[in-house]
């Protein structure tokens, strides 16, 4: 396939921390998505909560099965746009490998654990895991990514943060955009976890078809699948039908609006693009709208629903209850990271213990964290 004068390309790559030997049959993109593949903190993804926690269900997502989904959307958007889709399939499968047990409750409480000692975000966590964390290989720490790479992942951060974090954190600091390949894989996100968390949210009876029939982008699909078919279809099929159709409408119109920016601003380079002062890879105002309202929905009607709250409020308290513990005695922590624990306790020592214990934390998988929590709290349990 023939790539835009604008996608990213190896030849022009900004590289790589530590330099490397070039792969002979894989492109350097390709090798990024591999090394993601491969390591350790992409498999945890199969048992940490999309929404739902890990043991309601086998078929609701999880973190790797919504990372897989970014990624199928985000390679058919940049094949239409000529894109280079190994770049934005790699950014697509590692934006979550930061993020916590339990969804974003998870994050939110861990978070507040961390408020003294520099707060806690994903993607400057999943930034970290492919920096430092993965730390298997011989010749440096972390995968030793790609910068393009690198650049997706790091999502969004505040400019205090952004000064500590090199090379990928400047274009917070200069006001500028990532090449298009991130800007895609953030909007795939986008496009995936709306419309995944309906379907969740309908096949756990937490959602019901006659409430998303009120939703505007919902209703559209919803009369066009009841017209074409009849009243005869299984809620399955209809739940199936609309939001395979809903996921199309966002798809193509990212498609349209995005080649209708490029071929008014007619970026030459990678470079262009990130000094175009907006993004070019976009939804229409109509498209925005539309998917705005039904993420309020979500908020409202699922993400705040008594039995998602309930569940999420448990988990709040194990994060919590597990980071005090940690903090108070380190030496609870498994030796590879109490073995890392500073002995002395001045300022600069607590934070990075407190570090130290976010790795672990945010590292755990749903099951992990609850066992963890039996072991440090349950009297019946000796190891």
């Known amino acids: 396939m023939t790539l835009a004068p604008y996608a990213a390309r190896q030849e022009t790559s900004r590289g790589r921390h530590v330099a490397e030997p070039s792969s002979g049959n894989r ?36 973190r790797l099965t919504h990372s897989v989904e970014v990624a199928q959307i985000a390679r058919t958007i940049a094949r239409s746009l000529a894109l280079n889709e190994d770049l934005v399939e790699a950014i697509s499968l590692a934006h979550d490998l930061g993020h916590t047990a339990f969804g974003h409750a998870g994050q939110d409480a861990l978070n507040e654990c961390m408020k003294p000692f520099g707060g806690f975000e994903h993607n400057i966590q999943s930034l970290r895991v492919v920096d430092v964390l993965e730390n298997k290989y011989a010749a440096f720490d972390g995968l030793n990514l790609t910068f393009e790479t690198r650049e997706g992942i790091l999502k969004h951060c505040t400019k205090a943060k952004a000064r500590h974090l090199g090379d990928v954190g400047q274009r917070f600091l200069d006001d500028s955009h990532p090449g298009l390949e991130a800007q895609l894989a ?37 009369d066009e699948v009841i017209t074409l078919y009849g009243q005869d279809l299984s809620a399955k099929q209809i739940r199936h039908e609309v939001i395979r159709r809903m996921i199309n409408y966002l798809v193509v119109d990212v498609i349209e609006t995005s080649q209708a920016a490029l071929s008014s601003l007619q970026p030459a380079s990678v470079d262009a693009v990130r000094g175009a002062g907006h993004a070019l890879i976009a939804f229409s105002p109509e498209a925005r709208r539309l998917n705005v309202e ?22 709040r308290r194990v994060i919590k209850a597990l980071f005090d513990a940690f903090l108070a005695d380190p030496k609870l922590l498994p030796p590879k990271f109490s073995e890392r624990v500073p002995p002395t306790g001045d300022d600069a020592d607590r934070k990075i213990r407190a570090r130290l214990i976010a790795d672990y934390i945010a590292g755990m998988t749903d099951r992990y964290a609850l066992d963890e929590y039996d072991r440090l709290f349950d009297p019946r349990r000796l190891r």
Do not use: M, W
């Open 27 to 62: 492109t350097e993109y390709q090798r990024d998505r591999d090394r993601i593949i491969h390591c350790a903190a992409f498999r945890r993804l199969e048992y940490k909560t999309q929404v739902f926690v890990n043991h309601e269900g086998d078929l609701f997502r999880t």
């Open 186 to 222: 953030n909007l795939s996100d986008e496009i995936a976890y709306n419309n995944h968390d309906v379907d969740d949210g309908l096949r756990a009876g937490l959602l019901s078809l006659d409430q998303l029939a009120q939703v505007p982008l919902f209703a559209r699909f919803y």
């Open 294 to 315: 039904l993420k309020r929905f979500l908020y409202k009607n699922l993400y705040s629903h008594h039995q998602v709250y309930r569940i999420t409020s448990k988990a």
